[in-house]
């Protein structure tokens, strides 16, 4: 019997998917949401030029996912993205409106819970992003957190993330993916990260420094759980940011949020774009530089597979 034999189906709840795969499984997944609202557009063909670069340079293949007219693709090709790119506006779509955008035949960028749901449901493994979601500050009193968790209950792929993104509660969202239990692979590190942050405040469950070794584990835990994984590796030291002016930069991101009257899935946009400004997008430097570290870790995990 092979790995392929008893590798288990993907665990989605519904019993097909209008699918375009591009790719074979030997590929590692990316988000369309970065390249579409995460970074200025004219900038945007490049880094995916990059990222695709990174990903074959270790061994592997990017596979670029998204919603096209109401198809999920893994594999987009340049052309679709472009596309995505010139239209006015591109809505962003996590598990709980995926569908929605498929059955009304719009076109969508994919967060990192529709890419982890597209990505399984297409035999992919490894999926490189910059940060997942997580619960939000407050949430005792206003209940906010990221479908990006529960994603990783459903979906078998391991996700090389630099932590959860730092505008959120960091060490709550750590305490969450416990009681999920899912489990938090340090690459490297002891500690768990949060985006711009290389330590976050909080442990991890195993570290492991091998890429051979950590490639072994996440072969046979997928099978064994049928749950994702986290692997966190941390922001470059080279492009970390100072924690004090991190702190200084996020009060003022978000006063200017609540003053723009910012509400649900608008708010982190809204802050992540005042976090550019202010820094004189030194934010916006350091996402794309631990997006390219998460991208390469991804690539060498699945060409061990």
Known sequence: MTQADHFPQPCIRTPSMQLIKRVNSKAVALETTLLVHGVPRDSSLALAGELDAIV??????????GV????????????????????????????????????????????????MEIAAYAGLRVFATGGIGGVHRGYGEHLDISADLLAFTRFPIA???????????????REALESLGITVVGYQTDVFPAFYLRDGGCGIDVRFDDPDDLAAFVRSELP??????????????????????????????????????????DVTPSILAGLHEISDGRTLRSNIELVKSNARLAAMVESRL
């Open 224 to 265: 064994r759980t049928g749950r994702g994984i986290v692997i966190a590796n941390p922001i470059p030291e080279s492009a970390e940011i100072d924690r004090t002016d991190w702190e200084a930069w996020l009060a003022e991101a978000e006063s200017r949020a609540r003053a723009s009257g910012a509400g649900g899935r």
């Open 56 to 65: 074959r340079s270790e061994g592997s293949s990017p596979a670029l996912v």
């Open 68 to 115: 096209v007219e109401g198809t999920a693709v893994a594999g987009m090709d340049r052309d679709e993205l472009e596309s995505m790119l010139g239209a006015d506006s591109i809505e962003k779509v996590n598990t709980a409106n995926l569908g929605v955008a498929m059955h009304a035949g719009r076109s969508a960028a994919t967060t990192v819970s529709s890419t």
């Open 159 to 173: 996700v090389v993330t630099s932590g959860v993104k730092s505008i959120l509660d960091v060490i709550a969202t």
